[in-house]
Structures are given as structure tokens and as C-alpha cells.
């Protein structure tokens, strides 16, 4: 599986931004993005099930971010709507070899290279 992110950019607060990720060979993989603040870990932020009939999505982004996929195109999206200076970091989708992965990254095999999301205030 190989995973390419796209979507970044510079937005002031209250912005909004929709990252997409295009992967080969993902349909039978839930995914999921993560993000990584400078001088922080990186964290989770979203997951979608293989299907995508089941989603998940970290308490700090609840209600302003949505993550969705279309498997005919082998495409991951991420809706950010009300961005915050802290959403500032680089995203990276990810692509697990199981149905519902959850927010650990253990629990994904496949990584993008990541795009850049800066939040002025």
C-alpha cells in the first residue's frame, strides 16, 4: 500500500482546510490521519473502518473535523472546519490491515509522507 497526502496549507483560525490522502490497494484497509506538532508525538486524530460505515475521531477535533473515504477512487479525506492555531502540525495518513483500528498506531502498517497544516491566529 503505498499513501500520498495532499491538502495542506496556510489558513487563519476559523479557516477551513479538506486534506486528502490517495491510496493503492487500500479498499480492504481501514485508515486513519494523524498529526504531529513541532516539538510533539505525533497524535491521532481520525479513523475510518474498511467500509467506512464506522468512524472515529479524537475529543479535540469532535464536531470540526470529518473523516470519510471513497473506495471506488481509493481516496481518504479529512474535513477541517473551524481551525484552530493548535491544529498547526504535519498530517499523515494511515492504512491498517484491520477492519476498525482504532486510534493506536501500532495498529497501522502503511504511512504517508505527510502535509503541512498551519493555523495563523
Known amino acids: 500500500v503505498q499513501l500520498q497526502a495532499s491538502g495542506g496549507g496556510l489558513v487563519q483560525a476559523g479557516g477551513s482546510l479538506r486534506l486528502s490522502c490517495i491510496a493503492s490497494g487500500s479498499s480492504v484497509y481501514s485508515m486513519g490521519w494523524f498529526r504531529q506538532a513541532p516539538g510533539k508525538e505525533r497524535e491521532f486524530v481520525a479513523t475510518i473502518s474498511a467500509s467506512g460505515t464506522s468512524t472515529y475521531v479524537a475529543d479535540s477535533v469532535k464536531g470540526r473535523f470529518t473523516i470519510s473515504r471513497d473506495n471506488a477512487k481509493n481516496m481518504l479525506y479529512l474535513q477541517m472546519n473551524s481551525l484552530e492555531p493548535a491544529d498547526t502540525g504535519v498530517y499523515y495518513c494511515?492504512?491498517?490491515?484491520?477492519?476498525?483500528?482504532?486510534?493506536?498506531?501500532?495498529?497501522?502498517?502503511?504511512w504517508g509522507q505527510g502535509t503541512q497544516v498551519t493555523v495563523s491566529s
Open positions: 494511515a492504512a491498517s490491515g484491520y477492519v476498525v483500528a482504532g486510534a493506536t498506531e501500532a495498529a497501522y502498517d502503511y
